[in-house]
């Protein structure tokens, strides 16, 4: 089946510094990805919208210069953690659609917990 | 805009006892409903899901939903759980036609031997 590679699982950063998160789509071609984070004991809240080749479509309240999304090609999409502060700590979680539209398959990763110290 | 309430946060059960996790949404359009599970350090994997149709849908280890649009829920079911049941389970809505998910808080399942 559809499998979606996210990397790295865990990632702990100084103050200030920018951290990148890849997620890949390993046996099938990703047009859309979307990155959603995950806070503690709460939903998973949609950050964007990546589409390959074009800008990627951000959600009310989600800074686009500190949340850095690049889909480059049909298989990897980034996320790039601007001047990371504590307050950006959470776990990250990217999805891809693989099925055709109306068949809503969606495959996700495996999260990457980021810690800001 | 669509909205998801899981009221259990935590679900612990002994195990071969049925179990039923709650879900209810709000929408304001036609939704498709959707249950994804994930275990310890692992994605979410989609265990279940309405489109149309019956509504009662099932998963191929032993999980059933039932779509109550008077109600508006999608509860989650299952008549006899096992240990590898365990995991964490979320409730998801997409409006039709629309490519977003919007996810419940979770609900941890803990099968007690």
């Known amino acids: 089946g559809a499998v979606v590679s996210q990397h790295p699982s865990r990632v702990i950063c100084k103050s200030g510094t920018s951290v990148k998160i890849e997620c890949r789509s390993l046996d099938f071609q990703a047009t859309t990805m979307f990155w959603y984070r995950q806070f503690p004991k709460q939903s998973l809240m949609l950050m964007a919208t990546?589409?390959?080749?074009?800008?990627?479509?951000?959600e009310q309240g989600v800074e686009k210069d500190k949340f850095l999304i690049n889909h480059a090609s049909l298989t990897l999409s980034t996320l790039t953690v601007t001047s990371a502060h504590p307050e950006d700590s959470s776990f990250y979680i990217c999805?891809?659609?693989?099925?055709?539209?109306?068949?809503?398959?969606?495959?996700f990763g495996s999260g990457t917990r980021l810690t800001v110290v | 805009a669509q909205s998801v309430t899981q009221l259990d946060s935590q679900v612990p059960v002994f195990e071969e006892a049925p179990v039923e996790l709650r879900c209810n949404y709000s929408s304001s359009v036609s939704v498709y409903l959707f249950w994804y599970v994930q275990y310890p350090n692992q994605g979410l994997q989609l265990l279940l899901k309405?489109?149309?149709?019956?509504?009662l849908v099932e998963s191929i280890n032993g999980f059933e939903a039932e779509f109550n649009k008077s109600q508006t829920s999608f509860h989650l079911r299952k008549p006899s759980v096992h240990i590898s049941d365990t995991a964490e389970y979320f409730c998801?809505?997409?409006?039709?036609?629309?490519?977003?998910?919007?996810f419940g808080t979770g609900t941890r399942l803990t099968v007690i031997p």
């Open positions: 998801a809505v997409s409006d039709r036609g629309a490519n977003n998910l919007f």
């Open positions: 309405y489109l149309s149709g019956s509504t």
């Open positions: 999805s891809a659609k693989t099925g055709p539209s109306g068949d809503y398959g969606y495959t």
């Open positions: 990546s589409n390959e080749g074009s800008k990627a479509t951000y």
